[in-house]
């Protein structure tokens, strides 16, 4: 799996270095979010700059980690969606239940504040 986490103060960023959000990672990405945000990072912030593509495994794996850092009592949001990704949020309904930031620097504002 090729992501990035970093600690950034507050929160977690997890820069996901993929450009197809599929299958084949899904899984593996799913359980390494699960162990990061068990671990304690509660607050994540992902970077999906880089993804061109996500199909509803993937989906599925950021939306268990959305559930995952809320009941850790933390938060989970999402930036730099690039115009298919986001129209995949959109068409899901996903762009209503999460938390997406259209850059880096309003998504830190947000997290630090919490």
């Given at each position: 799996?090729?992501?990035?986490?970093?600690?950034?103060?507050k929160f977690t960023l997890v820069q996901v270095l993929e450009k197809r959000g599929?299958?084949?990672?899904?899984?593996?990405?799913?359980?390494?979010?699960?162990?990061?945000?068990?671990?304690?990072?509660?607050?994540?912030?992902?970077?999906?700059?880089?993804?061109?593509?996500?199909?509803?495994?993937?989906?599925?794996?950021?939306?268990?980690?959305?559930?995952?850092?809320?009941?850790?009592?933390g938060a989970a949001c999402f930036y730099g969606l690039q115009k298919s990704v986001?129209?995949?949020?959109?068409?899901?309904?996903?762009?209503?239940?999460?938390?997406?930031?259209?850059?880096?620097?309003?998504?830190?504002?947000?997290?630090?504040?919490?």
């Amino acid at each position: 799996m090729s992501f990035r986490s970093e600690e950034k103060g507050k929160f977690t960023l997890v820069q996901v270095l993929e450009k197809r959000g599929t299958l084949a990672i899904a899984q593996e990405f799913k359980n390494s979010m699960i162990d990061l945000i068990g671990s304690g990072s509660n607050k994540v912030l992902f970077d999906l700059s880089g993804v061109d593509f996500v199909d509803s495994t993937f989906l599925g794996a950021l939306v268990l980690s959305h559930k995952k850092a809320v009941e850790m009592k933390g938060a989970a949001c999402f930036y730099g969606l690039q115009k298919s990704v986001k129209a995949t949020f959109q068409i899901t309904m996903l762009d209503k239940k999460l938390t997406i930031f259209n850059t880096l620097e309003e998504a830190e504002q947000y997290l630090n504040n919490l």
